[in-house]
Every structure is written in C-alpha cells, then in structure tokens.
C-alpha cells in the first residue's frame, strides 16, 4: 500500500494519511483499508483535505467496502437525514429558517486526557456500542467530518479486545454467562433526561422497538476473537442469560428513563475498558473519515463550544450483508 500505515494506540486502531476519492475508488485500495480495519481490532481512519468534499453517494460507495449500509433512517431521526441517502446528520447545524438539522446531544468536552477514562461519579463520557436494542444490531459505522470546530468535540474510541483479554479468567467466565437488556425507548428516555429537546418515542415507536437481549461477551464473526460488548445507553439490566424481566419493569425503564443496579456489573468494566492502554481520542478535521467496527469497539463524543462553532458530521450504519 502506497499510503502508509500509523497506528493509533499500538494495535488497536489505522490511520492513512494523503487519502484521495480516487484511492477510495481503487479496489487495492479497498482490499488493503478493509484487512488492516480487521486487523486494528476495528477501527480505521482516512485522512486527505481533497475529501472534505465527497459527496453522499461517494461516501456510501466507501462505506459498502466493510459492510452493507442500512437505508432506513432509525425511528425519530428523520428530519436529520441528509437528502436522498441514508445518512444521517450529526451536530448543532440548522436550516434557513433556524430549525435543527442534525440530532445533537449536549455532552461536556474534555478538560484533559484524564477525563477519557469513564468516571463513576458522574458517569462521563457516555462508552456505548451502538443499537444494541435492534434485533440485529449494526456491524459497524462510518464517520465523515464536514465541519469542525477548532478545538473540542474529539470521538473517543476503545479496544473493547484488548479489554477482554486483559481480564482474569474468573471476570471472564462470568462475564459470559450474562446478557444485557436493550431498549431504545429507554436510550431515548435517559438521554432526553440530561438534553432537553432529544427526541423520546411514542407509544407506536416503542411497540415496533421491543428490548432485545444481547451477550456481555461478543465473538467476533470473522476474526472469531472475544470482545466486551452491550455498553449502550440502552442497557436498563444485566441478567443471566435466558432470564425473563417482567414486563412492569421494564415499563419503569422505558417510560421513566430508570436504570436497574444491575447494570453496574457493565459500568464496574468501563474504568478498566477506557484506559489509555485501550483507548482513543480523535480530533476532527474537514474531510476525515473514520469506520468503526461496532463488534469490538465502544466509542463516545464529546462536546464542543456548540454556541460559538458548527459541527457537521454524516454518519452511515453498516449491518451484517447476510441480513440486508
């Protein structure tokens, strides 16, 4: 490959640098960019001021190298949709007429490198692996920066591979023996609680949006290796695996945003998860295109002075092609 590979944080994670539409057109190219995203333990970045102006169907062209893209919008994000494609704006942009174009959640920016690691006390940043609630959950997603403030809102990512298997065996065991209760009504619900105007569900979209149930221990399809999974603002418990919930709890859960203690057996793991032995900060730049695979990463945003500066990210969701 003509583009050199740098590494992010030892294993975990790919940057190439000088990247053009061209080379994301080349099948070499692609070859190359899909094995290293496998090999980096799921995470790959793309870095060239000539991208800054891909257009949506260029990015989903790219896009479709490590997954088939989902086209339809998830349930209450539709006004945030990019015309005519399936990506979904993220960020404080707005129309003409000054109504919000992109779903924006008000999260505080770093201070410093110590406040990536997960804080109990205030449970910041948000670690999370995407659409754990949705019966087939995304593989994976792509990240493009259109604009970006001049310093702040950094994606942060972790190994969520490495954090496995820096574990003991005991941890491990019970770890897999476990499963984690998903509900995007109950996601919605949570967040609404600390960003007002986040957009909860109505009783029609709750019902098409049942809680799933997903393993605490993930094995990678392809790679076969054992990662952490299920971190989701969605998780409202953590149960034995095959143990029914009652359905009025999990009303409590949805309607009222309330999490069950059992969940702190998955947020004890994120101090572990996020150190800087696992983890990444990524600062934006016009242009930057970054995939993640959801299967072994966790990852979390961070804010921004969003009163002073636009930010415009365009986000695709990646699902297994077996089941497009």
Not at 70 to 96: K, L, Q, T, W
Not at 141 to 148: L, R, T
Not at 276 to 302: K, M, S, Y
Request: hydrophobic letters at 40%.
């Amino acid at each position: 490959m003509h583009h050199e590979p740098v590494r992010l944080n030892g294993d975990f994670g790919v940057l190439l640098n000088d990247v053009g539409p061209d080379d994301l057109r080349d099948d070499a190219f692609r070859r190359d960019a899909y094995a290293l995203w496998l090999h980096h333990r799921g995470l790959l970045v793309v870095r060239g001021e000539a991208l800054a102006g891909i257009s949506p169907g260029e990015l989903v062209a790219w896009a479709g190298v490590f997954g088939a893209v989902e086209e339809e919008p998830m349930a209450g994000r539709e006004s945030s949709m990019v015309e005519d494609s399936p990506i979904m704006r993220i960020g404080n942009v707005r129309d003409a007429e000054g109504k919000p174009r992109a779903q924006f959640a008000e999260v505080p920016p770093l201070q410093s490198e110590a406040d990536i690691r997960y804080n109990p006390a205030t449970r910041r940043p948000v670690w999370h692996t995407d659409s754990t609630f949705r019966q087939h959950p995304p593989i994976g997603s792509v990240f493009h920066c259109k604009q970006a403030p001049p310093r702040g809102g950094e994606t942060l990512f972790a190994d969520m591979r490495g954090a496995f298997a820096a574990l003991d065996e005991e941890t491990k065991a019970c770890l897999s023996s476990l499963e984690a209760v998903c509900s995007l009504a109950h996601h919605d619900k949570k967040i609404s609680l600390y960003s007002p105007g986040y957009p909860t569900l109505t009783p029609e979209q709750r019902a098409a949006n049942p809680p799933r149930r997903v393993p605490l221990v993930l094995r990678h399809p392809v790679t076969g290796e054992p990662a952490l999974y299920g971190m989701n603002s969605s998780t409202c418990a953590v149960v034995p695996a095959g143990e029914p919930v009652a359905e009025e709890r999990l009303d409590l859960f949805d309607l009222d945003g309330i999490e069950d203690d059992s969940v702190a057996t998955l947020r004890a793991l994120l101090p572990h998860a996020t150190g800087p032995e696992f983890a990444v900060a990524w600062a934006w730049q016009p242009g930057d295109v970054v995939v993640w695979d959801n299967r072994c990463t966790i990852h979390a945003a961070t804010g921004f002075d969003h009163e002073t500066y636009p930010r415009e990210m365009w986000r695709l969701t990646l699902v297994d092609p077996a089941r497009a």
